[in-house]
Each structure stands twice: as C-alpha cells, then as structure tokens.
C-alpha cells in the first residue's frame, strides 16, 4: 500500500521560511517523480513544483520560482519543499503525490499539511 504522508506545516509571518518533508513508502521511490501541489480555501488545487526521480530536473511555477525549492533524498525516500521569503498568499494546504514513469501521472497523493502565512 503506498503513503505519502507530509509535515512540515505550520504558522509562520510573512518572510519567514518553512521547509516541508513528504515521506514515502510502498513504492520504489528512486523511480518516481515527485510534486508538490497547493489547495487553498475555495480555490483549486495547483501545482507548486516537481522533481524528477534521479533530482537533476526541477520545475516551479512562476509564483513560487526563486523562494521554494524542491529536492529529494532517495535514501530515505522522502522529498522536501524549502519554502523561503513566505507570503501571505502561500497561505494553502499543500499536497505531495508521486508521478509514475509509465503513467507520467501523479498516480498517489498524501492527505496534505497546512500551511498558514500570516501578514
């Protein structure tokens, strides 16, 4: 049975940093590729950044580029979201789910950790 379980979240003011984990198992890890998704209140989920399986290959989106870093550590199979220069509006539960090679879909997702930024 495959788990993605993240932490990491909490309350921190604006400016401030967060660094998330998401760990996993049930899965060979070193051959997913991995992603970190956004949800907040009354808004759709979007994608925040992804990670290929090796980790030579990121992608952000534009609103997070340069303040969030993904990497991940295949060792211990967990993947981990750097979160720096916080807004207000990274304000979200925030989601890790892993991409399949043969799929190239994030097959499994995690339940998700909250984080709340305050101005």
């Known amino acids: 049975q495959v788990q993605l379980v993240e932490s990491g979240g909490g309350l921190v003011q604006a400016g401030g940093s967060l660094r998330l984990s998401c760990s996993a198992s049930g899965l060979t890890f070193a051959i997913y590729g991995m992603g970190w998704f956004r949800q907040a209140l009354g808004t759709e989920r979007e994608f925040v950044a992804r990670i290929s399986s090796s980790g030579g290959f990121t992608y952000y989106a534009d609103s997070v580029k340069g303040r969030f870093t993904i990497s991940r550590d295949n060792a211990k199979n967990t993947v981990y979201l750097q979160m720096n220069s916080l807004k207000p509006e990274d304000t979200a539960i925030y989601y890790c789910?892993?991409?399949?090679?043969?799929?190239?879909?994030?097959?499994?997702w995690g339940q998700g950790t909250q984080v709340t930024v305050s101005s």
């Open positions: 789910a892993a991409r399949g090679a043969m799929t190239m879909k994030f097959d499994y």
